[in-house]
């Protein structure tokens, strides 16, 4: 089964509509697939996109195939883009700033309510929702400074478009974006990488050690460094006590983010990770029944896993992992959003 990370998809009323990701990050998108759920609920949004004639066919066969709408396309590459964007100072592709993101999000949401009312009833986040998040903490304003203008462009939109929705309040607020951007102070995100564990106190010993990459499917999103082989990890007997020590390369952001130690799948250890300098680090005395078990298992026998442990979780593999660092740095930079324009205007400065 083909993993989410390669297939953006938008949770329309009723159902899904999938977008190829080699074709939306290279601009070439010219179909899209909807797989339907509720036909009733998807009825009236279909028809108004694509005709009576092609929603009947549609809705009669559960699933079709579409000529791709831009609005839909773009919504779904942004979505796509905050969920799954691997930023990674040794990859060469910069962190994308989550308030330009959320704020060209709420454009597209609000193009696509105009396109076909209706479509996303119940979606994951309104245009009001999205805007709020962008501005909170002044974030918007201390991202924008080197693409004020087009940021100016979009709050205008935005402010039209919610004094059509008798939003007066929203409509106010984005309507002051622009003079408040005249104000605003250049913020900068400052993180670096770091990697590996403190070296152990003299007369403790490692009983096993590895590293291990991060499963983007299992972490938040912009908050660690998309590379492989980012994480170190041992387990030390100490005279006190048996201990995991867990670090990972490259902090972009604090989250609550824990480690799990496995063995053949099964956790048996865990310790919560704090970001600084750099990384996440954490350490944890293991109980007796980790500490016997880290003692008599062949050290290629134990891994690490960073983020959720659930079975339930599709995780993404290395090869998942490189193709789509691969199509991001192919794609052309003239299709790229603000938040990417943004991001390559400060790369050599962030990085």
Known sequence: MTHPVHTPVLAADGGLIHFGLADLLAGRTTTMHLELTDAGAAEPWLTRLAGAEASLAALGRG????????ELG???????????????????????????????TAVATADVE?????????????????????IADDGLLAAAVTVADEVRALCTRLAAWFDD??????????????????????????????AGTDPATPGEGVLASG???????????????????????????????????VAVAGAFADAAITAF?????????????SPGAGRFTGTTDLDEAA??????????????????????????TAEDRADVVALVRARPPQIRTLAERAAATSADEEF
Request: hydrophobic share 50%.
């Open 74 to 104: 773009r919504l779904a590459l942004l979505l796509w883009l905050r969920r799954w964007w691997p930023a990674g100072p040794s990859l060469g592709i910069p962190s994308l700033d989550p308030a330009l993101l959320d704020l060209e």
């Open 261 to 273: 130690a496995t063995h053949e799948g099964e956790p048996f250890a865990e310790v919560p990770l």
């Open 211 to 245: 590293r291990a990459s991060v499963d983007w499917a299992r972490v938040p999103p912009g908050i660690l460094d998309a590379a492989e082989d980012t994480v170190t990890w041992r387990i030390v007997a100490g005279a006190a006590a048996t201990r995991l020590e």
């Open 291 to 316: 500490a016997r078990l880290a003692a008599r298992v062949q050290p290629g026998q134990i891994a690490l896993v960073v983020g959720g442990a659930d079975e339930g979780v599709t995780g993404t």
């Open 114 to 134: 105009d396109l076909a009312e209706g479509l996303l009833d119940g979606f994951e986040a309104s245009p009001a929702e999205l805007f709020d998040t962008a």
């Open 63 to 70: 699933q079709a195939d579409l000529a791709a709408t831009p």
């Open 165 to 194: 929705q008798d939003d007066a309040v929203r409509a106010e607020a984005a309507a002051e974006v622009p003079a408040r951007l005249e104000r605003a102070v250049p913020g900068q995100r400052a993180y670096a990488l770091a």
